[in-house]
């Protein structure tokens, strides 16, 4: 089975541990994760976008 190129907001909602709300609001608000709009209410996101948001986000408690 092929693997989903792209991720709808519920989706990446559940991925992340994020509401979907939250994902909006971000949204709306020009911050959070990358997302692509494909049509004037088709939003969907990247699941290389989200694994390298949370890699530049990660914080090292060690450092």
């Known amino acids: ?3 989903k190129k792209f991720l709808t907001t519920k989706e990446a909602a ?3 541990g994020r ?7 971000d949204r709306q608000n020009g911050r959070g994760l990358p997302y692509v ?3 004037p209410r088709c939003i ?10 949370a890699e530049q986000n990660r ?3 060690e450092a």
């Open 19 to 25: 509401s979907k709300k939250a994902l909006e609001v």
């Open 14 to 16: 559940a991925l992340t």
């Open 37 to 39: 709009r494909l049509g």
């Open 59 to 61: 914080v090292d408690p």
């Open 1 to 3: 089975m092929e693997s």
């Open 44 to 53: 969907r996101y990247r699941i290389e976008d989200i694994q390298a948001y």
